[in-house]
């Protein structure tokens, strides 16, 4: 395997940003990119910006890097580190992932969407490169299959942990084509560079961590509503008073991304035959009420709490 000199995270979202940190923290250059907007917002508009001008291609990188300032406050955050992260978009920037040693997809939880990207790294795949996905539970085999046997090899799951700077835990999760060396050699690097603790695990939908934190999330919202307990209630005894310095139900809830939640407990839903497991992990109206309103969490200004 490759010796990771510079990596490329497309999706600069919740994960994509807080990764591409912990990356440039650890001395790793970073290449991040996200989608081009489909249209200018009405400020950009009212201040004659045009979709061809370079920093409005970059919006969301480039946001996603202001927003690490903001959310990394001394000592933690470094300038030099912002400057080892360069914005990109995936319309312009694409070939330049061909300079890329590690290639990690954090795009939105949608398989469609992810083997799409998958067949289009392939293009631009220079032989070695690893291409990890932070799929919250996906099946890699399912993505893997968009490739090539070559590429395949080099394809397996680095599920982070939110927020990925802080959280030292990360699933690995190997595909059936994987090669063995990628695997060991993955592990050595989240461990030995990035300090996380390494937890292999099977390519089973949502994996061990999802598999069952999914499903206490939902037992939770099911005896919220039959028994009448409050948000605030549940936060109250499973945070900070028992240990938990802030992983309150609702507030990780809020910080996951309520879209998120949805799309990572539809995944056990559809993709497991047994009707009792199902109904285990069947989304309640009262989320998906939610984000049909817009309310996505922490990134969407309003979830379960306000964000003033
Ligand atoms: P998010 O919604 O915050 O961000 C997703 C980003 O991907 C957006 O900025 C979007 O514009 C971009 N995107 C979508 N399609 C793209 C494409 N084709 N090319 C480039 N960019 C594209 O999502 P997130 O919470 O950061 O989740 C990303 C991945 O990480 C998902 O697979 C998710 O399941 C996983 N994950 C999320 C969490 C969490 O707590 N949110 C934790 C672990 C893993």
Same mark, same amino acid.
């Given at each position: 395997?490759k010796?990771?000199?510079?990596a490329?995270?497309i999706g600069s #979202?919740v994960?994509g940003?807080g990764?591409?940190a912990?990356?440039?923290?650890?001395g790793?250059r970073? =290449?991040?990119l996200d989608?081009?907007?489909?249209?200018l917002s009405p +400020?950009d508009?009212?201040?004659? @910006?045009?979709?061809?001008?370079?920093?409005?291609? $970059?919006?969301l990188?480039?946001?996603?890097?202001?927003r690490?300032?903001?959310? !990394?406050?001394?000592p933690f955050y470094d300038?030099?580190?912002?400057?080892r992260?360069m914005? #990109? !978009?995936v319309?312009?920037?694409?070939? %330049?992932?061909g300079e890329?040693?590690?290639i990690?997809? &954090?795009?939105?939880e949608?398989?469609?969407? @992810? %083997?799409?990207l998958?067949?289009?790294?392939?293009?631009?795949?220079t032989p070695?490169t690893?291409v990890?996905? $932070?799929?919250s539970?996906?099946?890699?085999? &399912?993505?893997?299959e968009?490739v #090539?046997?070559s590429m %395949?090899?080099?394809?397996?799951?680095?599920h982070?942990? !939110?927020p990925?700077r802080y959280?030292p835990?990360v699933?690995?999760i190997p595909?059936p084509?994987?090669?063995a060396?990628?695997?060991?050699?993955m592990?050595? *690097? =989240?461990? +030995?560079?990035?300090g996380k603790?390494?937890?292999?695990?099977?390519?089973?939908?949502?994996f061990?961590?999802?598999?069952i934190?999914?499903?206490?999330l939902l037992?939770?919202?099911?005896?919220m509503?039959e028994?009448?307990?409050?948000?605030?209630?549940?936060? &109250?005894?499973?945070?900070?008073?028992i240990g938990r310095p802030?992983s309150?139900?609702? %507030?990780?809830?809020?910080l996951?991304?309520l879209?998120t939640f *949805?799309h990572? &407990?539809?995944n *056990?839903y559809?993709h497991?035959?047994?009707p @009792?497991?199902k109904?285990n992990f069947a989304?309640?109206?009262?989320?998906?009420?939610?984000?049909r309103?817009g309310w =996505?969490g922490?990134?969407?200004g +309003?979830g379960?709490?306000k964000?003033?």
């Open positions: 395997m010796t990771i000199r510079t490329a995270v #979202g994960m940003a990764i591409a912990h990356l440039a923290n650890a790793i970073v =290449l991040m989608r081009v907007p489909d249209r +400020q508009e009212a201040a004659g @910006k045009s979709l061809a001008d370079p920093e409005v291609r $970059n919006r990188a480039a946001e996603a890097i202001l690490l300032k903001k959310t !990394n406050p001394a300038e030099r580190y912002a400057e992260i914005p #990109g !978009n319309e312009d920037d694409f070939a %330049r992932l890329a040693d590690w990690i997809e &954090a795009i939105t949608r398989l469609d969407w @992810k %083997r799409e998958l067949a289009r790294i392939e293009k631009v795949w070695g690893v990890s996905s $932070n799929t539970g996906i099946s890699i085999a &399912a993505m893997a968009s #090539g046997e %395949r090899t080099h394809v397996l799951g680095t982070f942990f !939110n990925p959280m835990l699933e690995l595909g084509f994987t090669d060396a990628i695997v060991s050699g592990e050595q *690097v =989240l461990e +030995q560079r990035l603790g390494v937890v292999i695990a099977k390519d089973t939908p949502n061990i961590a999802n598999r934190g999914t499903y206490g037992v939770t919202l099911k005896l509503t028994h009448g307990y409050t948000v605030e209630e549940i936060d &109250a005894v499973t945070g900070p008073a802030k309150a139900t609702f %507030r990780t809830l809020d996951v991304g879209d *949805v990572v &407990a539809n *056990v559809e497991v035959d047994d @009792k497991e109904e989304v309640p109206g009262l989320l998906t009420d939610m984000v309103r =996505l922490e990134k969407g +309003q379960f709490y964000k003033l």
